[in-house]
């Protein structure tokens, strides 16, 4: 499932500067991502890691070792350089990209929870 907004969009709702790597991601600002992390563990190919500095054990590194497992990209409100292939968005209102990653959290939620309930009612 890919989210609802793509790198461009993203960044213009978090009013954030987007920055590609040096071999920026395949579909350019149009990539969307499968899913959105909040803990760099959780990343892997495809996933959007969301750097929030509220998180009670944040640590400078979490976007790199997101990249490392394989996200796609980051939103943080520092400057990250992205990898070769991946994108970095740098925000600097955090209460709007609060409320941005709630929103896309219960886009995720609500849609896991049907895609599940309809398996269901296939079998």
């Known amino acids: 499932m890919h989210l609802p907004l793509s790198i461009r969009q993203l960044a213009n709702a ?9 071999l920026p991601p395949f ?10 992390v909040f803990t760099p ?7 959007l890691f969301w750097d929030l500095p509220t998180f009670p054990s944040a640590s ?3 976007p ?15 400057r990250i350089e992205p ?5 970095a968005i ?3 209102d955090l209460s709007r990209a609060e409320k941005v990653a709630c929103q896309l959290a219960r886009y995720q939620l609500f849609h896991s929870a049907a895609s599940a309930s309809a398996l269901q009612a296939s079998r």
């Open 14 to 22: 978090l009013h954030g500067t987007v920055r590609l790597g040096q």
């Open 27 to 36: 579909d350019g600002l149009a990539t969307t991502a499968k899913r959105v």
């Open 41 to 47: 563990c959780a990343a892997q190919p495809g996933t």
């Open 60 to 62: 400078m590194y979490f």
């Open 64 to 78: 790199e070792e997101a990249f490392l497992r394989g996200a796609t990209g980051v939103i943080s409100p520092r």
């Open 83 to 87: 990898w070769a292939g991946r994108y």
């Open 90 to 92: 740098q925000v600097t």
